[in-house]
T-cell receptor, first 111, second 115 residues
Framework: QKEVEQNSGPLSVPEGAIASLNCTYSDRGSQSFFWYRQYSGKSPELIMFIYSNGDKEDGRFTAQLNKASQYVSLLIRDSQPSDSATYLCAVLSGGSYIPTFGRGTSLIVHP | DAGVIQSPRHEVTEMGQEVTLRCKPISGHNSLFWYRQTMMRGLELLIYFNNNVPIDDSGMPEDRFSAKMPNASFSTLKIQPSEPRDSAVYFC?????????????FGEGSRLTVL
């Protein structure tokens, strides 16, 4: 069974700090990795995706992938209170169209 | 463009009643997913359709749950009879297999409360 694990948190960081969110996965055949953000009472929305080992940067967000260690992380630089949300990691195995979601990490950015 | 549209947004019903949730995917998307989200279990896949055909329904809890997609622009998830443990937020999501695979566009969800 494919599993995606995340620390449920909450992860609390001060405004302006770097927030680091981590995710591990069990299926070595996984090829695509996604980070979704979900505000309270809202639906998930995609903010980052990564396919290759290494870092991928988009504005204040950096996704990091290490396939050998089977983990993917999301760094949020200069965290803002508006970043407070639950971040869901999703993993897609090769040949599949169905992503497996982790349970999410709650992030709180306090002023 | 309109996103994924779900109805109703909120549903409160009594145990034993039938519940029907509806979804209109984004036009042109050929994949449709029904997910259920709870605090305890997170986001769980119930069923996945591709080109209106159910491909993976292994997440459907039991015979009380059924889903249909009669055409490319409409899907329903039915629970009959409903039970209190079915209380959750039900999300419909759509995507395209020709675009960024794995990028799901979610509706706003249907919050179901079964008393």
């Amino acid at each position: 069974q494919k599993e995606v694990e995340q620390n449920s948190g909450p992860l609390s960081v001060p405004e302006g700090a770097i927030a680091s969110l981590n995710c591990t996965y069990s299926d070595r055949g996984s090829q695509s990795f996604f980070w979704y953000r979900q505000y309270s009472g809202k639906s998930p929305e995609l903010i980052m995706f990564i396919y290759s080992n290494g870092d991928k940067e988009d504005g204040r967000f950096t996704a990091q992938l290490n396939k050998a260690s089977q983990y993917v992380s999301l760094l949020i630089r200069d965290s803002q209170p508006s970043d407070s949300a639950t971040y869901l990691c999703a993993v897609l195995s090769g040949g599949s169209y169905i992503p497996t979601f982790g349970r999410g990490t709650s992030l709180i950015v306090h002023p | 463009d309109a996103g994924v549209i779900q109805s109703p947004r909120h549903e409160v019903t009594e145990m034993g009643q039938e519940v029907t949730l509806r979804c209109k995917p984004i036009s042109g998307h050929n994949s449709l997913f029904w997910y259920r989200q709870t605090m305890m279990r997170g986001l769980e896949l119930l069923i996945y359709f591709n080109n209106n055909v159910p491909i993976d329904d292994s997440g459907m809890p039991e015979d009380r749950f059924s889903a249909k997609m009669p055409n490319a622009s409409f899907s329903t998830l039915k629970i009959q009879p409903s039970e209190p443990r079915d209380s959750a937020v039900y999300f419909c999501a759509s995507s395209t297999t020709t675009g960024l695979t794995g990028e799901l566009f979610f509706g706003e969800g249907s919050r179901l409360t079964v008393l």
